[in-house]
């Protein structure tokens, strides 16, 4: 099925916010209910829900401040049942498209809590790298868009 971004309503945010990781990931990302609030509070997240098809399977949110080139993946998850299908690939690759068509966008940064399971790998593999900073714990990672 087709991977597509779509703003997250008051009739889909029930399924967006049961999305869920395995288990041993959820020390990795928190949960979409805290990150949807956290978004209503901050007017330069952006924030969107992943489907695949008519299904919700994860969920992204970017921090966008187009005073700075560099943009900032604050939240990416998809739910443990629908990993391993290519929507994560396919979702981030669309995150990424938005953020190469803001104003002055250089780069994207994220972070990634180090740990067995933790999602660097998934990130290296579509070309971020580590930037040897660590923030609160987290290792920052960059993508060039130039």
């Not at 990302?29 to 901050?42: C, D, K, L, R």
């Not at 933790?118 to 920052?140: K, S």
């Amino acid at each position: 099925p087709e991977v597509t971004l779509r703003e997250v309503t008051a009739e889909t945010v029930r399924a967006v916010c049961r999305l869920q990781v395995a288990p041993e990931q959820a020390g990795f990302v928190a949960p979409n209910a805290v990150s949807i609030a956290q978004a209503h509070f901050e007017p330069k997240a952006w924030f969107r829900a992943v489907y695949a098809g008519e299904d919700p399977v994860g969920f992204v949110m970017l921090y966008e401040d187009p005073a700075k080139p560099e943009y900032y993946l604050w939240r990416f998850m998809i739910a443990a049942e629908h990993q391993g299908r290519g929507y994560g690939r396919a979702a981030l690759l669309l995150a990424i498209d938005r953020v190469r068509s803001r104003p002055g966008a250089s780069a994207l940064l994220t972070s990634a809590v180090p740990g067995e399971g933790g999602p660097r790998p998934f990130y290296e593999r579509l070309g971020f790298t580590a930037t040897g900073e660590v923030e609160d714990g987290e290792e920052v990672l960059r993508l060039p868009l130039g």
